[in-house]
């Protein structure tokens, strides 16, 4: 039997959509990790009745709890009221998280207001999870074979007390639970397609390996999850589709794990002992973030010229003013001089030159809108690829930056 | 009375935190802006028993419910077949969406499957939204007072069937159900403070008008959000407290509206007339990519030079290698000559130079670990500020750039 779990989100920032909810997602692949189901997740505004419905909906559906948000010291937080009424309980003053807090301000060299004092108190049947990063302490309640967790809905400090004092809390009640997940990742075909291709391999999974398909953008990903008691075992039957599918789908597999491509470019340079460098015009810098998200980037990662007019092309990368002036600058040949020039500034052994109409084309030009130009050098050779993208600016861009983080994985793949 | 609306998401990559769920997101948005309130946010996986059971339970709370998700040709997707149960519907092909279909396949030149043909399948108490970006028809259910919309988890289909077909036919069915969002954003202070400084217009709010604060970083937002019927009075009393708001919080306020920092810098650059370059090096790129997703920020920003590795400064800024080899990478020295050379290099008028240590510092530096220098050129002069962080990789990275922005804002506001 699995164990599951239920996440509520508070906050009225969250419903109204001014604020992404990020924290579940988060909570969720943590619970994952220890073989917890995720069977529900809610969100609902900073008010009591909605509060304790969504509780009493996450108490029918799952063992585990975890409530984030509306912990803070103003008067629209109430998750703690809420929790202390729920409980019966009294909200009482708890001496080691005053202390924190008044060290906080101290160290600030700020007074201490009557709302931060209040941060102290908690009810009287919770365990407190002492909040080293904020002044909110979290709060666990055991109660008729259930657990309910509230956290601060901060993300670095809901992050801190799930991975300090949560996670190992609940490790300490599960035994034998396990989810295993196993991916493959490809490029190239529509899903459809590719469910076709497989069908026989699908049709064969057991009650216990689900499958499940997802598209970002241009990349479609085949998800494994397994779900067992003897986990050496289950791994080993994962692992076991997860090579069918890989083997099947030779051509478009890019990966078999889902780590960003960033990340998977990044390892490629690195066991080539090489180096990149970029010219971004129409993704404006944000193929060199992607790259730059990665920790220890800096080994394999030189730097990018995010030319955003076409004057820098020739200021900052040197590009040829008469090749500037006798091409679109939306065109093969000026990717091409992108590339070369971003191997030759850098001093890198990839160079990639990216340079599109993302949405608005200037009326002298006629190249259609949308149309992109990717080019990468490497050596003396110099491969190019032309998008054709039909989305809005946001969404073009980032089809872009995955469309050349592709192009040059598959390179690397190849070389 | 409030209108009340419920957003159910489906599948199981949302549940194991392998996808955002950005939808419930933007959904909520939208019918804000129409007046209605979200209640609640659910997500369940594909699983028949737990869809069923999230519809029961938005039915219960809201009288619209949004469905997305689980409508694509795979095994994985059944939300179609759970509601044609749920209603004792039939499923029944629906002849103008497989002609859709079928052209869709032709103009791609690719085999029509027997999965795709289902696609073309409703249940036959539907009103069919036709969904002309994809093969999946959204899917429309009025009933006993409630109406219930199911749509193709797909972002870009969702939100076209949203704009040209749902948003549309709820605003039909309403009359005067109004919400206004005012806001104040500002930076430099805590929330406590900023509450305790405001606490006596907040105690004078009407009921019809809520106070939220929000957190990103180092910007705190205040939200006004006023319920009524009547618009235009509404308007003018939200408007009241937020220009209250704003004149008690004057020195640390940098907007009067939610819009991205960045499309707030290049408006006043836009009024000023002026451009702006960039050399960035911890931030690797983010800054220019949140400046260039702004629509028409090619006017304004001229590019930035990302150097992520020290020769960089010199071969690519021209920075002088005596500065280099006799100063900190990460100094007030060396920022303030990233500053210049970005200007410089760009012909930019002001120049953003930005260099820190992000997570890792180098043996030989004697730098604590979170230092981040921005400079900021303009004319002549060229004006400095340090950070020091503590948050992960790349939180450092978002607040970095948070903080240039801001920096050079409070720098164009005063100009």
């Not at 993300?155 to 599960?174: G, S």
Request: net charge negative; aromatic share 6%.
């Amino acid at each position: 039997m699995h164990i599951k779990a239920a996440i509520l989100a508070i906050g009225n920032e969250i419903l109204s959509g001014h604020t992404v909810d990020t924290n579940s997602v988060w909570i969720s692949q943590q619970l994952n990790k220890l073989g917890i189901e995720v069977v529900t997740r809610m969100a609902v505004g900073d008010d009591a009745q909605a509060i304790r419905k969504a509780i009493q909906i996450g108490e029918e559906n799952a063992s585990i709890l975890i409530l984030t948000g509306g912990l803070g010291p103003t008067a629209d937080d109430i998750t703690k009221k809420v929790l202390a009424d729920y409980f019966n309980a009294q909200l009482v003053c708890h001496a080691e998280v005053l202390a924190h807090i008044q060290g906080i301000f101290q160290k600030r060299n700020l007074p201490m207001l009557e709302r931060n004092t209040q941060q102290a108190e908690v009810p009287d049947n919770c365990t407190v999870l002492f909040n080293k990063m904020g002044t909110a302490p979290g709060m666990w309640f055991s109660y008729d074979q259930k657990i309910l967790v509230s956290l601060p809905g901060v993300p670095h400090e809901m992050k801190y007390l799930m991975a300090h004092q949560v996670l190992p809390k609940i490790q300490q009640t599960l035994t034998d639970h396990h989810i295993i997940f196993r991916s493959v990742v490809t490029a190239g075909q529509g899903e459809s397609f590719v469910a076709e291709r497989i069908a026989d391999i699908e049709d064969s999974l057991p009650p216990y390996i689900r499958l499940a398909y997802t598209v970002h953008y241009r990349v479609l990903t085949l998800r494994l999850t397994g779900f067992g008691k003897d986990k050496e075992q289950l791994i080993k039957e994962t692992e076991h589709y997860q090579s069918a599918l890989a083997a099947r789908l030779a051509d478009i597999v890019i990966a078999e794990e889902e780590i960003p491509l960033a990340e998977l470019v990044g390892n490629y340079l690195q066991i080539a002992e090489m180096k990149l460098g970029l010219a971004e015009s129409c993704t404006g810098g944000y193929i060199a973030h992607l790259m730059t998200q990665v920790q220890g980037s800096s080994v394999n990662f030189k730097g990018s010229a995010v030319c955003y007019q076409t004057s820098i092309k020739h200021d900052v990368l040197g590009i040829s003013q008469e090749i500037l002036d006798n091409n679109d600058v939306v065109s093969e040949i000026v990717a091409k001089e992108m590339a070369t020039a971003a191997a030759r500034k850098f001093r890198a052994d990839f160079g990639l030159g990216i340079t599109g109409y993302i949405d608005q084309v200037p009326s002298e030009s006629a190249v259609p809108p949308g149309t992109v130009w990717i080019a990468i050098a490497h050596g003396n050779e110099v491969i190019t690829k032309k998008l054709l993208l039909s989305y809005d600016r946001v969404t073009n861009i980032g089809v872009a930056a995955q469309e050349a983080l592709i192009f040059l994985l598959k390179k690397l793949r190849n070389s």
